[in-house]
């Protein structure tokens, strides 16, 4: 909507995978010219990276319920309502917007009710290849669900008001990624602008089995002389890592053991090959940097929806996929060093990532949300 300047309410909130994207999709409205505020928890984390990344956060309280004891439906319905009356009163003191935005989880439900109250169009917005319940009980009243990934879409079917309401973006990406370069992230990590990097990381939490595996494949894997490993464990599992490790002085300079990356922009945007579990915002990133990768999806994420994620990838020809209880075998092994050494293969990967204009998700999404607001 070229001159038209929109408000735009998000909701977002609980984990990194919700707010990021939805962050993603404020800084290309506010690119625009368009005024966006969020609508979520202070005491979580949306309350620390919403107002860290300059945007406005409407409080609201909101519980979810446990599937496990039925009866917390109930406060959670009481809860539920107390914050559409909220939302209700941030309206009428500082406008009603135009259009609203939910990323999923139950922190949604309230302004999505609002709006449905007063006629506000609104957009969903799913990250995962399996969706969540908020996102799946909201579809019939939204214009249009967005979704990152293909396997998605059967999802919705039959819960939305058309079949075309069913749109494929992608999942935004934050600027901040997408603007790193290979140059800024190997000045970062120290890693020579001709070495090979093979970056391993398992999410902020790590990946026990992926660490173990990767460990066991220290001596083979340092054999190649122009490898270098950036190696990010999860903050719990970081000492246990680095004692099987134990890296002399030597191998220390070409196999950098740490417990987080702050910047994963820059670590994806300097590594030439990638091993990780295959959440939605790692699928993304990697996704959107075209980084080619060996994907372990985490087994017991509900209805494996990781191993959905990742053929997002592996069907496009941009990564390759091992269960988790295959990667200590030779298989593993081989695919893994063969592809440390083999640059014109990865460069097909890399190539093929690209194909999928990942880095494009957010535009995509923004297209969306000023679609929605022009109905």
Not at 173 to 187: D, I, K, N, Q
Not at 243 to 262: C, F, G, K, N
Not at 297 to 314: E, F, I, K
């Amino acid at each position: 909507m070229a001159g038209t300047s929109l408000e735009v309410a998000i909701a977002a909130g609980g984990t990194a995978g919700h707010i990021n994207p939805a962050l993603a999709l404020a800084e290309e409205l506010s690119s625009r010219g368009h005024h966006v505020r969020f609508f979520g928890q202070s005491s979580k984390l949306e309350g620390t990276l919403v107002p860290q990344a300059g945007f406005e956060l409407e409080s609201i309280r909101v519980t979810g319920f446990d599937r496990a004891r039925p009866w917390t439906l109930v406060s959670a319905l009481v809860r539920e309502r107390a914050a559409s009356a909220r939302v209700g009163r941030a309206f009428a003191e500082r406008g009603a917007p135009d259009v609203a935005v939910g990323f999923g989880a139950y922190v949604e439900l309230a302004l999505m009710d609002r709006c449905r109250k007063q006629r506000i169009p609104y957009v969903l917005h799913e990250q995962n290849s399996v969706p969540g319940l908020a996102n799946k009980t909201l579809a019939a009243g939204a214009r249009f669900v967005c979704v990152s990934l293909p396997q998605a879409r059967p999802a919705f079917r039959g819960r939305v008001r058309r079949e075309d309401a069913i749109v494929l973006t992608g999942n935004p990406v934050r600027r901040s990624v997408l603007g790193a370069s290979r140059e800024a992230g190997r000045a970062a990590l120290s890693i020579p602008g001709d070495a090979t990097m093979l970056l391993v990381f398992g999410g902020s939490l790590g990946a026990q089995h992926v660490n173990e595996a990767i460990a066991r494949l220290k001596g083979r894997l340092l054999a190649n002389p122009g490898l270098r490993v950036v190696h990010s464990t999860g903050k719990e599992l970081y000492d246990g890592v680095a004692s099987s490790l134990a890296l002399t002085e030597a191998e220390r300079e070409r196999w950098q053991v740490v417990p987080y990356i702050s910047n994963m922009g820059e670590a994806l945007a300097a590594a030439d090959l990638v091993v990780s579990r295959a959440g939605a915002s790692s699928i993304a990133e990697i996704a959107a940097l075209t980084v080619p990768s060996v994907l372990v999806p985490y087994p017991l994420a509900t209805g494996d929806h990781q191993t959905t994620n990742a053929h997002y990838l592996v069907d496009a020809g941009a990564a390759v996929l091992f269960a988790d209880d295959s990667i200590d075998g030779e298989a593993f092994a081989d695919d893994l060093l063969a592809l440390v050494g083999d640059a014109e293969r990865r460069e097909r990967m890399r190539a093929c990532a690209r194909g999928l204009g990942q880095d494009r998700a957010a535009a995509k999404l923004a297209d969306v949300v000023e679609r929605a607001a022009a109905r």
